[in-house]
């Protein structure tokens, strides 16, 4: 049990809230028994690449962006032909290597991209229309958020605890997927982006996969109240056993670690994300290799989500711990 003062309003008496963090007793059974090896990562490491923002060449040496990590280039030439585009969506980014490193792991695991390829067939309406990923392509923007390993840590910092430290280990989460032509996302795909999905259809076509749904995933990486953030948009195939998986609708089963009931989620988008984000917060040792030091800007985004602002971060986050039982005490 942690006790956490809310001293950001100043009119009121501090408001005491008190977090209860249990841990089931087969945790981490639970995660050694479906957790990728750290053998397995390092070997799919060779199937993950990038290629030049500019020319699509692809890249064995990366020359990234220096303000917001997430764009590549083969050569300076590259870089600045493409600058005037780039400029509106370039952001600060204060990790000093950006998001790949992070969309990398997530995009070798083959057990978080599972969980992920199931939510998002659910949020892009995928078992609705059989046509979308053939004739139409979908996109789904995961948004990813860097939160304290330590829950009573999120619980300081979205109190505004000035107790708690400025050096904190954090962890991937996945805070929402939002399909495009939702209302954030009205704009059409952009040719380059379009162009990437053709090429990936035809791709898979060619391989013998001509009937598995095949879109674009855009991981977007931690928003500040005044940007939109930086993101990496890949290809995503849909094979057929996933898609069976979503069919089957089975509900997601697991025990409460405070009462000990048997606890069922119904099959959707936000149940794929809550499994996940579970799945990587019982990584303790790091071996799926998503733990990262947070910077200033993922402890603000969970401090203005605390102070109730209305900025777009702060409201997908409040949505996801409305959504989540792990943060039942702060909502």
Known sequence: MSTASDSGNSSTAPRVVHVVHVTHPERDNDF??????????KANQKYFG???TQCQTRLEKLLKCAKCKSVWYCSKECQKKNWPKHKP???????????IKLVQMISINPVILGYLKVGIIFACGLLDNPRIGFDTPFLARVEIAIEPSDVLNFAGLYLNDKAVGDKLQGMVQFNAITPWKSPSMQAPLTPK????WREARARCNAEDFAKDPVGLIEFVGCRSAYDAGNSMTTELHIPAIILAVARRREPFVGVSAVTGNQIKKPMGAAACLEIVNLHIRADKQNQLHLRTEMTEQDKEAIRAAGRNEDALPA????????????YASFV
């Open 193 to 196: 982006r379009l162009n990437l």
């Open 50 to 52: 990038v290629q030049c």
């Open 315 to 326: 409201r997908i986050l409040k949505e996801k711990m409305r959504r989540e039982h792990l």
């Open 32 to 41: 050694r028994a479906t957790a990728v090896s750290s053998e397995v990562l």
């Open 89 to 99: 969506t370039c952001h600060e980014d204060e990790r000093s290597s950006g998001l």
